[in-house]
């Protein structure tokens, strides 16, 4: 893939963010990795989506060093870079504050799996991660809010393709995808799933979770050996 590929790539994305409602202001930004290169994109900070130019789009690479790009990278860049380089099987991340799933980030609630729009996207429970300490606050907030997110997915021995989102408690969700589109179409599902969820707990509080044998049946497949979801 060349740079300007790369760039074209997650310039799309990143405008797609606010038609799919995921986004008000800035508040979110779209990466995308060449693994080939190791070189990676991601949106300036704080630039209109709607006058955002494949040329504003800052390059990287897995040092965290500017390659090109003349706009300050995005201000979640150093959260994207852990990501990146923790999860070698990543193409893309995308973080938004969308309406839904941030209330159950904010809430500190994980997101159940009710139904198989979820299933499809997201392998069982969205899990939540960590608010960060004062001292990681202090020393290094978009560096340690990666940090925080590998241990969670480690630590439930998770894949960020088997389970490709997070909530951050008080903060917002992050997903991850093959690539920069696919990333953001994660968010998009989260977003949807996350608002579903909201409606189904209150049209049956105790409705519970999708129960194992759907939930494996439509994971299998989008992800298993004989995937059939979005194959050619
Ligand atoms: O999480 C946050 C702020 O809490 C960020 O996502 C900003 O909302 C977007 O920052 P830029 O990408 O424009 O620097």
Redesign the pocket.
Known sequence: MTLKDLRQQVCEANRALEPSGL?R?????VSGIDRSSGLWA??????DYLELKPADIVVLDLEGQVIEGSL??????KTHLVLYREFPEIGGIT???SLHATMFAQAGRELPCYGTTHADHFHGTVPLVRALTPAEVSQDYEHFTGVAIVERLRELKLSPLEMPAVLQLH??PFTFGKSAMDSLKNSIALEMCAHMALGSASLHPTIGSIPGHILEKHHLRKHGPDAYYGQK
């Open positions: 986004v202001l800035t508040w979110g930004n991601i949106k300036p900070s704080g630039v300050r990278p995005s201000s979640d860049t973080h938004t504050h903060h917002a």
